[in-house]
């Protein structure tokens, strides 16, 4: 009996503690306090900024030397790398033997001219005879056959003579132009293969020529800038060379290509630069700095800080009325200072936040600073 109301006791006792906790209401989650940050009213402001471009240097002119003969290479008549003079004499390729054949085309030449010549004195010689009816006509015919052969001789050997002398002229090979040589190919008693074998190139190194790709939006742009070049003190066009420093000069777009490359949609501009301390060689990589100094332009400058990355894209955390951040997805462009061109995504007048970025979510409550207008 005892046993049974010690068991009715308990059921009873467990009962009462369910019923108690499942009455209990969880509290909820506090919400997180507000986070403090600075912010930043954006506004247009006049700007002066420089647009950067990949730029490859190139040289205006630029040949590569090739044999036209075949032959082994018997002069060499420059140091690798030196600077040439139009027409200075650079290679000989077999020179003497050109030249015995050239001699000997010519003495060939000669001697066609003397059979010529003779079987022209003795057609006038028979066709006077047989005027006077004193030659058979048989041996008047046989002297004409004779003189047009001669005749064909000659030409044959004037353009066997005229072949010669093209493989003679071709057997030195000359600078086209005035300017820099690179190192030789071929070395002294190579021999070398007509139309095929590479001996060297020849670029020039003053003016320069330095290529970017322009988008096809930029092109009235660009299209003004050449159709109005600047002065010369005037430094629209720049280079940022590979160690990140300025080139001294300044350049002048010379053309605007033809037509956009439809893969890329963007067309080739060239820019010409002085190089009289030769420092832009071709094929260097650079930047061709364009500055955009129009005062009549305002940008919408934001604080560079501001500008959250994230996967190559850019987003900056806008206020609204409620103390609450949107997170707002933005266009850049230039960075000045420490401030940044913002393209799209922003409207003059909203503010962002520009410190505590790391802290904000999207919907984050924050705790304004008094905004900072500067």
């Given at each position: 009996m005892k046993i049974k109301l010690l068991v009715l006791f308990i059921f009873f006792a467990s009962d009462s503690?369910?019923?108690?906790?499942?009455?209990?209401?969880?509290?909820?989650?506090?919400a997180p306090p507000p986070t403090a940050v600075n912010i930043y009213q954006v506004k247009k402001e006049t700007a002066i900024y420089f647009d950067s471009y990949p730029a490859t240097v190139a040289a205006l002119n630029q040949v590569d030397l090739r044999a036209q003969v075949t032959g082994y290479i018997t002069g060499i008549y420059f140091k690798d790398g030196e600077h040439v003079s139009k027409g200075q004499k650079l290679y000989d390729i077999d020179r003497q033997q050109y030249q015995a054949n050239y001699d000997q085309a010519i003495a060939n030449l000669n001697v066609a001219r003397s059979a010529l010549e003779k079987a022209q004195q003795d057609a006038d010689r028979y066709n006077?005879?047989?005027?006077?009816?004193?030659?058979?006509?048989?041996?008047?015919d046989h002297a004409a056959t004779d003189l047009q052969s001669a005749k064909m001789q000659v030409a044959a050997a004037k353009a066997n003579a005229a072949r010669i002398e093209s493989e003679l002229k071709y057997s030195s090979i000359y600078a086209p132009f005035d300017g820099t040589i690179g190192i030789s190919q071929m070395k002294m008693g190579a021999l070398v293969t007509a139309n095929q074998t590479l001996l060297n190139t020849v670029s020039s190194n003053d003016p320069m020529a330095v290529d970017i790709e322009v988008g096809q939006k930029e092109i009235p742009r660009f299209t003004q800038l050449f159709s109005h070049p600047a002065k010369e003190t005037d430094s629209v066009f720049t280079l940022q060379l590979p160690d990140n420093s300025i080139y001294t000069n300044i350049g002048n777009i010379s053309l605007i290509d033809r037509a956009i490359d439809p893969q890329t949609g963007t067309i080739k501009t060239r820019l010409i630069f002085p190089n009289k301390n030769n420092?832009?060689?071709?094929?260097?990589?650079?930047?061709?700095?364009v500055k955009n100094n129009n005062s009549e332009n305002l940008f919408l400058l934001a604080p560079f800080k501001a500008v959250v990355e994230q996967m190559g894209e850019y987003f900056v955390f806008v206020v609204n009325d409620s103390s609450k951040v949107s997170q707002r997805k933005i266009q850049l462009g230039s960075k000045l200072n420490d401030k940044i061109i913002v393209k799209d995504g922003l409207i003059e007048g909203e503010k962002i936040v520009v410190d505590g970025v790391q802290k904000l979510r999207d919907g984050s409550t924050v705790l304004l600073a008094p905004a900072k207008g500067k």
């Open positions: 503690l369910l019923i108690s906790c499942g009455n209990k209401t969880p509290e909820a989650p506090k006077e005879l047989l005027k006077q009816d004193a030659i058979a006509k048989q041996i008047v420092l832009l060689r071709s094929g260097l990589n650079c930047n061709v700095r």
